[in-house]
């Protein structure tokens, strides 16, 4: 299996963008889908198929992708944005991966 | 609407086992897997396998294989994760979550990722 970096936290000022990246140490490079976790509740799936995003969640969430890093962006972030996020992706034999975890802080 | 309750908070010994169950609604059971992460406390989320609820076929996280067994019960919508010979560093929140698989032409590989997820059941392994 192969191995998602993250950093362990990026911080923000409300109304700024927010950018957590996710590195994968090899290729090929599957899809990465992106959680949001707060505090004593279960992940919420905001990004999936690298760029997707799910119903229900804010356009202020995207994603993006360039060679084996993947990038989940959030526009004009909001103090309800500040959470746990983790990437997820899986390698050929059906094993999943998942990024380290990004403690994202509104300043 | 889709919801996964599962089963309430465990303590166990040491070389105990543990069986979680995690409980679907609102879709077909047989059209998605159920997959189990689990976190331990102040941690990030770790993959422990996932099952397909049409056929049963399994597949364990390596660090897992041989004290993992994940089964479902089609006639209730149930999924159940059974962890044996549990150690303190079991200690964690389980979480069972609906698993949305498909094959993509563009990657030539089949993907796999979580659109629904249990609330958790905390275990904790304390002698």
């Known amino acids: 299996s192969y191995e998602l970096t993250q950093p362990p936290s990026v911080s923000v000022s409300p109304g700024q963008t927010a950018r957590i990246t996710c590195s994968a140490d090899a290729l090929p490079k599957q899809y990465a889908y992106w959680y949001q976790q707060k505090p004593g509740q279960a992940p919420v799936l905001v990004i999936y198929k690298d760029s997707e995003r799910p119903s229900g969640i804010p356009e202020r969430f995207s994603g993006s992708s360039s060679g084996t890093t993947v990038t989940l962006t959030i526009s004009g972030v909001q103090a309800e944005d500040e959470a746990d996020y983790y990437c997820q992706s899986a390698d050929s034999s059906g094993t999943v991966v998942f990024g380290g975890g990004t403690k994202l802080t509104v300043l | 609407q889709v919801q996964l309750v599962q089963s309430g908070a465990e303590v166990k010994k040491p070389g105990a086992s543990v069986k979680v169950s995690c409980k679907a609604s609102?879709?077909?059971?047989?059209?998605?897997?159920i997959s189990w992460v689990r976190q331990a406390p102040g941690q990030g989320l770790e993959w422990m396998g996932w099952i397909s609820a049409y056929n049963g076929n399994t597949n364990y996280a390596q660090k897992l294989q041989g004290r993992v067994t994940m089964t479902t019960d089609t006639s209730t919508s149930t999924a159940y994760m059974e962890l044996r010979s549990l150690r303190s560093d079991d200690t964690a929140v389980y979480y069972c979550?609906?698993?949305?698989?498909?094959?993509?032409?563009?990657?030539?590989?089949?993907?796999?990722?979580?659109?629904?997820w249990g609330q958790g059941t905390l275990v904790t392994v304390s002698s």
């Open positions: 979550a609906r698993v949305c698989t498909y094959y993509d032409i563009l990657t030539g590989y089949f993907e796999y990722y979580f659109d629904y």
């Open positions: 609102g879709y077909t059971f047989t059209s998605y897997g």
